[in-house]
């Protein structure tokens, strides 16, 4: 397991952009796959975006695709979420993931470590 923080979260208006980082802890955070998850108010989590290890291979949620982009720097043993021409529906709680065994696994939901989230909200 790996520890996971994030931050960047904030209230932004709508067609604005966000940056958000997870800072990991971890003597192998290198090999974890990392990713992205999100909460609406009274729903579960949902998929955003997925990045392996290599950095080489992201999947990406439709509702995301084209606006939000993920990016990691295993020096630092952190990933990032830039987040551009947000939209109301984009509030939600972001939460930060991490699976050993791949992007497969994380995306499905089942991540070896979850970071405590991040609030996110667009105004209109």
């Known amino acids: 397991q790996v520890q996971l923080v994030e931050s960047g979260g904030g209230l932004v208006q709508a067609g604005g952009s966000l940056r958000l980082s997870c800072a990991a802890s971890?003597?192998?955070?290198?090999?974890?796959?990392m990713g992205w998850f999100r909460q609406f108010p009274g729903k579960e989590r949902e998929f955003v975006v997925a990045?392996?290890?290599?950095?080489?291979?992201?999947d990406y949620a439709d509702s995301v695709k084209g606006r939000f982009t993920i990016s990691r720097d295993n020096a630092q043993n952190t990933v990032y979420l830039q987040m551009n021409n947000l939209k109301p529906e984009d509030t939600a709680v972001y939460y930060c993931?991490?699976?050993?065994?791949?992007?497969?696994?994380?995306?499905?939901?089942?991540?070896?470590?979850w970071g405590k989230g991040t609030l996110v909200t667009v105004s209109s």
């Open positions: 993931a991490a699976d050993y065994r791949g992007t497969g696994y994380l995306q499905r939901g089942a991540s070896d470590s």
């Open positions: 971890g003597r192998t955070f290198s090999r974890y796959a």
């Open positions: 990045m392996n290890w290599r950095g080489d291979s992201t």
